[in-house]
């Protein structure tokens, strides 16, 4: 059983930057694609980004140009870097592994999340 686990949010004000951080027990991290979620109250859970095991990435088009996601295989630890935030992107943030890249269902089972509030 995978373990996921998510890190670095908190409060920012409009137009603030945070990095959230997601360390993963996989023994074979590297091969998997690995995505970040988030879910806002009364929403849907939703895919924002994702990224293979050779670096392509996927951006949904409310995050792009503003959100970067990253990962380091030596690190089992997949990275979003959050710019430009605004208040619609307050949400618990989750990592996990996409069906497919730009799939909005996951195959492990959900870390504790880390919330995420923009707000002046």
């Known amino acids: 059983q995978v373990q996921l686990v998510e890190s670095g949010g908190g409060l920012v004000q409009p137009g603030g930057s945070l990095r959230l951080s997601c360390a993963a027990s996989a023994t074979i991290f590297r091969i998997y694609t690995m995505g970040w979620y988030r879910q806002a109250p009364g929403k849907q859970r939703e895919l924002v980004a994702s990224?293979?095991?050779?670096?392509?990435?996927y951006y949904a088009d409310s995050v792009k140009g503003r959100f970067t996601i990253s990962r380091d295989n030596a690190k089992n630890t997949v990275y979003l870097q959050m710019d430009s935030l605004k208040p619609e992107d307050t949400a618990v943030y989750y990592c996990?592994?996409?069906?497919?890249?730009?799939?909005?269902?996951?195959?492990?089972?959900w870390g504790q999340g880390t919330q995420v509030t923009v707000s002046s």
């Open positions: 996990n592994r996409p069906s497919s890249y730009d799939s909005p269902y996951a195959m492990w089972s």
């Open positions: 990224i293979r095991s050779l670096g392509n990435t």
